[in-house]
């Protein structure tokens, strides 16, 4: 009692200090909540004055609310854990537990009830504030594409023009301002040229950058790879160097000039913006031409990384380079209009949208990509020769997408005729962002698959059995692992590129990698795939253990092989239950509700489920008990053969005319079955052997034992020993028996000591019986060949007629 009576005190002691801090949560709680609802009138009321406060009040409050989840989770379990300690409360008819104890359970109680509440309006309040944010985000994104949308100044408005023209006259004037104030800073003339001559050395290095330097990379190291056959290993390395060595000496020579510009003075704080797309415009340029030139190869078409042959590779990789160029100059061109100038800007964006239209159009055209006939039959003839690639044919998927392209052309040419200059701006924006991602995703993806295969062809080199259908097979499904992987991966830019605020992708890949909610269960992506990770894993390390185990003790231990099958087979099932058992346990699934799971899976097991399960228990006990295992050469009902494998439901049996039987575990369990190599390979044959009745039976017996003894497979002890079986109808019947070492081999002994035995007994000039039979045929009289008949059953019988001869035409000679 006195030992109750101190922990109930030094658990309320623990309760008690914990009161304050619970209150103040509790106050946040319902400061969050009323928050919450003052956003919620405003968004459905008066309206978002101020979208970015808006945005981020919601989101500081969901992270305040998930920072309370944490400590009111941690309380939860000491609670729990306090209440364990009491242990469970006294049954009915059972004595009352002590008052203390009591009291101390009560309040335990009540305290999971208070925090159970505060977890559930803290989850409450996150929940409706996400639902807010995503309500939000709707409106704006509904409301951006509604701009888009709204018709304007047509491009072919000559005031718009006019318009523009005039703000454009003011952005010259004032750039000229500009320059003008940066000569004057310099202080005397030899200053300003000093400050010209180094901008114009920063030039000048920038094109021997682009030019000389550039072409001597790329044939100190592109050229010495393209002077070997192209393979695909090849082609992927080709293609990369040829994108850093086309990256590389333009990003030094842009930063020579930025930098140099900056030192000079003549690039101040308000001019960074326009460099930023300077400089992004030229990294776009340069990745996109060094990769283009690896896909396409326009001029090198054995080195393309796309199979096929593109029709006109050298027209396509022009058209992609003047799409990425026209991109990346409206975005500097609109960088250099200020906000005031939405005339100016309007012309640079529709006039860019129509010349990336046509860009387009052209690039669709399916000239470009289908070669005509008389190039088809060329292309046909010189790969018969082994020279070049084989065309691929037009494709649905292809041409689809071609279509596709074509509409689009046509939107950006006619939109910003009609008014529409910021929807065109926008899909020509999005197409430029699209090409870029789509030129690097795709030389990703062949590097990753080449990669790969290369891994595959390396350790396919040290196992045996290594095939190309199983390298094609393993290249298949990589390379539909690498597709899918990628895709996952573009999607978030997918939907940036789609107009999502990237806050809002952001918050949703969040979401799905730390977990949502269905009812009432969690799903988190990273639990997924920690799960998955962990089973696929354990179930490495499983076989990796198997492979050792057969590697090492096994192949160095005097251990049955049937033993040893069984052996790496129970190791396999153990490894995967410790898998599964581990990887439910990180979805965070309880495993004490698997007997209860178990429990309603029985109701099934009794009504559907019996014979798999009957399988499996017998494979069990097949693996235990080993009346049966791996090498047997056993005897069912269901065929004779060698014990191939012993799986969860079935048996594998190989007869010995290579035909697969597959075998219930429950029928060798439930059957009879001959074992022939249950304990050891030794058995015994039998060679019956018929002479006649005028052989010597003694020396008979002679020659039978002197065969056998001689043979080397037939065993000294037991001893070979002849049989006399019978007296049969034409022969002495006589049998010999032998035991061998390896009763597989007892077909091959039969037959060798048949061979011995007829040549011995031809020596001994013994003969062999055959069966004969002497027939005596009983004639009647003459007289009844006629008319002789009698009586069978009160029937007359007639005389049978007299026999016809064997050739039809014998009786006309």
């Not at 689809?400 to 074509?406: D, H, S, V």
Request: hydrophobic share 50%; glycine share 8%; with cysteine.
């Amino acid at each position: 009692m006195l030992a109750a009576i101190t922990l109930a005190a030094i658990l309320i002691g623990g309760a008690a200090a914990q009161t304050g801090d619970q209150l103040a949560r509790e106050q946040e709680i319902a400061a969050a909540a009323r928050q919450l609802d003052e956003l919620t009138d405003e968004l459905h009321s008066e309206g978002v004055k101020d979208p970015a406060s808006f945005d981020s009040n919601l989101r500081s409050m969901i992270a305040s609310s998930r920072s309370r989840l944490n400590p009111v989770e941690a309380e939860l379990k000491r609670a729990e854990e306090r209440l364990s300690l009491l242990g469970a409360p006294p049954k009915e008819g059972e004595p009352a537990e002590a008052p203390p104890v009591a009291s101390e359970r009560q309040s335990i109680n009540s305290e999971l009830t208070y925090l159970r509440g505060q977890r559930t309006r803290i989850i409450a309040n996150i929940d409706e504030a996400a639902a807010l944010l995503d309500e939000f985000s709707a409106q704006r994104l509904g409301e951006r594409y509604r701009r888009l949308s709204r018709r304007g100044t047509p491009l072919v408005s000559f005031d718009l023009w006019n318009e523009a023209a005039t703000q454009a006259h003011d952005r010259m004037q004032s750039a000229a301002t500009h320059v003008a104030e940066w000569s004057a800073l310099k202080r005397s003339q030899r200053d300003l040229l000093f400050s010209l001559g180094g901008l114009l050395a920063a030039v000048a290095a920038s094109f021997m950058m682009f030019g000389p330097v550039s072409n001597w990379l790329r044939r100190a190291f592109s050229a010495r790879i393209e002077a070997f056959e192209p393979t695909p290993r090849r082609r992927v390395a080709v293609g990369g160097i040829k994108m850093l060595t086309r990256l590389i000496p333009g990003v030094v020579g842009g930063l020579l000039v930025i930098e140099t510009s900056k030192a000079l003075g003549l690039i101040v704080a308000t001019d960074v913006p326009v460099v930023r797309a300077i400089w992004k415009a030229l990294v776009a340029y340069l990745v996109i031409d060094g990769f283009t030139r690896g896909l396409l190869s326009p001029l090198a078409p054995s080195w393309r990384l796309e199979e096929g042959r593109l029709a006109r590779a050298k027209i396509a990789f022009s058209l992609v380079l003047w799409i990425v160029i026209v991109g990346g100059a409206k975005a500097v061109l609109a960088m250099l209009a200020p906000d005031q100038a939405q005339a100016l800007r309007a012309v640079v964006n529709g006039s860019a949208a129509m010349i990336v239209g046509a860009l387009l159009f052209a690039l669709c055209r399916k000239e470009i990509w289908v070669p005509s006939a008389a190039e088809t039959a060329t292309a046909a003839e010189a790969s018969a020769v082994g020279d070049g690639a084989p065309t691929v044919p037009e494709q649905g998927a292809w041409g689809a997408l071609r279509f596709a392209g074509r509409l689009v052309s046509f939107m950006l040419m006619i939109a910003p005729a009609a008014g529409f200059v910021a929807l065109a701006d926008f899909m020509a924006t999005r197409l430029y962002y699209l090409i870029l991602l789509a030129v690097i995703v795709w030389f990703v993806r062949a590097a990753l698959k080449e990669i790969l295969s290369w891994a595959d062809r390396r350790l396919r080199t040290s196992r045996a059995g290594a095939d190309d259908d199983g390298q094609r097979a393993f290249q298949f499904w990589v390379g539909a692992g690498i597709d899918f992987v990628i895709l996952l991966s573009l999607m978030p830019m997918l939907f940036v590129l789609a107009g999502v605020n990237s806050s809002i992708v952001r918050d949703y890949l969040l979401r799905a990698l730390v977990g949502f909610r269905v009812g009432g269960f969690t799903i988190s992506l990273v639990d997924v795939l920690m799960s998955i990770g962990t089973f696929v894993g354990i179930l490495a390390l499983t076989r990796l253990f198997q492979s050792a185990m057969q590697r090492g003790p096994f192949a160095h231990s005097r251990i049955d092989p049937g033993i040893q099958n069984s052996l790496t087979t129970l190791i396999g099932y153990a490894g995967l239950v410790i898998a599964a058992v581990v990887g439910l346990g990180l979805l965070g699934v309880d495993l004490s509700n698997l007997a209860l799971i178990a429990g309603a899976l029985s109701v099934g097991i009794g009504f559907g489920l019996q014979s798999i399960v009957n399988n499996f228990v017998s494979g069990i006990i097949l693996l235990f008990e080993r009346p049966v295992k791996a090498g047997d050469w056993i005897v069912t009902p269901s065929g004779e053969g060698i014990v191939k494998k012993i799986s969860v439901r079935s048996t594998m049996l190989e007869t010995f005319d290579r035909a697969t039987v597959i075998i219930p575990n429950s029928e060798l369990v439930a059957s009879s079955v001959t074992n022939w190599t249950h304990k050891s390979a030794l058995g015994r044959i039998r060679v019956p052997v018929g002479v006649s009745y005028g052989s010597d039976p003694e020396l008979v017996r002679e020659i039978l034992l002197r065969c056998a003894n001689a043979h080397p497979q037939i065993v000294r002890y037991p001893e070979a020993f002849v049989v006399w079986n019978d007296f049969g109808a034409s022969s002495l019947d006589f049998e010999v028996r032998g035991f061998i070492s390896d009763i597989s081999k007892g077909l091959q002994v039969r037959t060798d000591l048949r061979f011995a035995i007829f040549k011995a007994f031809k020596e001994e000039g013994i003969e062999f019986p055959f069966p004969t039979q002497d027939i005596f045929i009983k004639s009647f009289p003459d007289e009844a060949h006629g008319t002789f008949s009698k009586t069978a059953g009160g029937r007359n019988v007639s005389a049978a007629p007299p026999h016809e001869p064997d050739d039809p035409g014998a009786t006309e000679k």
